[in-house]
């Protein structure tokens, strides 16, 4: 039986292990390397379906627990799955929680069988287990689905991290187990902290449980940016060739070209339209926080070099104004020009991919955006 999302591998850049490619999926096929806006609770906060199309986004992702919590996963199932519910015709990816129980911190215990959690929203009391995240992702009906993980802290001690990285392990062995929709395909976790040998002792048991695909998860966590690198560079060729290869977590513009040069084809993040809710831009010569006084009579777009709706139709002192009186406007506009910013920047990644000048690429992109190479 042919999986339900498949590979393929169109060019690996001569000069770096940087690879275009496309993901087949039952909504469609993704561009490799890719950026996935993240819609968290069914929503890219202030998009329409339709803004996102018109940016070029190609996929998004949705949180598990967020949606199990509300509006909960029969309501979505009912309504026919996430692609209808949310009006979304394109490939959807849902992690699985594990992360943001993660987050929950003295609100959840972690046992061998699962998480027992509390709310963040009223207190009440929760369990996630392999078997029954697979249910709720199963519910909500994205076309990738990712398996039940912990995620460490960083830093994190040896002795924790393996036993974390092996239960991790069994936990993944227990979602393909409880996986039974033919039309998702099931992505599992490789973690291990920041030990080698632990990365490698997780690859090696993720990868052999023949999956779809593969993400890295616990880096991006906090942890300077060299140690990210070096996380990175090492894991990524550890992951098989002809299946996708995402790294969760990831949406500066400097961690997604090195993400695409080591390799990687998916990566999502929040921050987008996070740093939108607090009046800043990424734009083409660096990040431009807008709500800053210098901006008040600023006549000009936010980025000259974006063709975006948001900067061919409005100036930074207009934008301003939204953002300091409070105006959803100015999320809204903010948040459409940086997911078209991500979105044409990783367009400009597979065509340097293409050209096998990546490298290059990357060394005229930091001298730009003032990037010295080792800096969140």
């Known amino acids: 039986m042919k999986p339900a999302v498949t590979y393929e591998l169109l060019h690996v850049d001569k000069n770096s292990g940087a690879r275009r490619g496309i993901v087949h999926t039952p909504h469609g096929d993704i561009q490799t390397p890719v950026f996935m806006p993240v819609g968290t609770q069914a929503t890219v906060k202030s998009m329409t379906p339709e803004e996102l199309k018109e940016i070029g986004a190609q996929i998004i992702l949705s949180n ?8 909960g996963q029969k309501i979505v199932k009912e309504a026919g799955g996430l692609h209808k519910f949310m009006n979304w015709d394109r490939p959807i990816l849902t992690d699985s929680g ?16 699962g998480v027992e959690f509390k709310s963040h929203l009223d ?29 460490v802290e960083y830093p994190a001690s040896y002795e924790y991290t393996k036993q974390s990285m092996e239960r991790t392990t069994r936990w993944a062995k227990r979602c393909k187990e409880a996986h039974t929709t033919e039309n998702q395909a099931l992505f599992g976790i490789i973690q291990g902290g920041f030990y080698e040998d632990l990365r490698t002792q997780s690859a090696k048991d993720i990868v052999d449980l023949d999956l779809p695909g593969y993400a890295i998860g616990g880096i991006s966590v906090g942890e300077p940016k060299e140690e990210f690198l070096k996380m990175l560079y090492f894991t990524a060729p550890l992951m098989p060739e002809n299946k996708p290869r995402y790294l969760m977590g990831v949406g500066t513009p400097d961690y997604l070209i090195e993400a695409a040069l080591a390799g990687i084809d998916m990566c999502d993040c929040v921050l987008p339209t ?35 709706y948001t900067c061919r139709n409005y100036t930074r002192a207009y934008i301003r104004h939204l953002v300091k009186t409070n105006e959803i406007l100015g999320v809204r506009l903010l948040s459409i020009h940086n997911i078209y910013f991500l979105t044409k ?23 730009k955006y003032g990037y010295t190479g080792c800096e969140k």
């Open 64 to 71: 598990t627990y967020h949606l199990y919590l509300r509006p």
């Open 98 to 113: 594990g992360f943001q129980v993660f987050s929950l911190g003295p609100l959840r215990t972690i046992t061998e069988e």
């Open 123 to 151: 207190g009440s009391k929760h369990f996630f287990s392999p078997e029954s995240v697979m249910k709720t992702e199963e519910d909500l009906g994205a076309d990738i689905i990712m398996a039940f993980d912990e995620c």
């Open 274 to 308: 996070r740093i939108a809710r607090n009046g800043t831009a990424m734009t083409w010569n660096g990040k431009v926080v807008v709500r800053n006084a210098t901006y008040e009579r600023d006549w000009g777009p936010l980025d000259p070099e974006c063709d975006c």
């Open 345 to 367: 920047l990783m367009e400009k990644v597979r065509i340097e991919i293409e050209h096998d000048n990546l490298l290059g690429f990357r060394e005229e992109f930091y001298k």
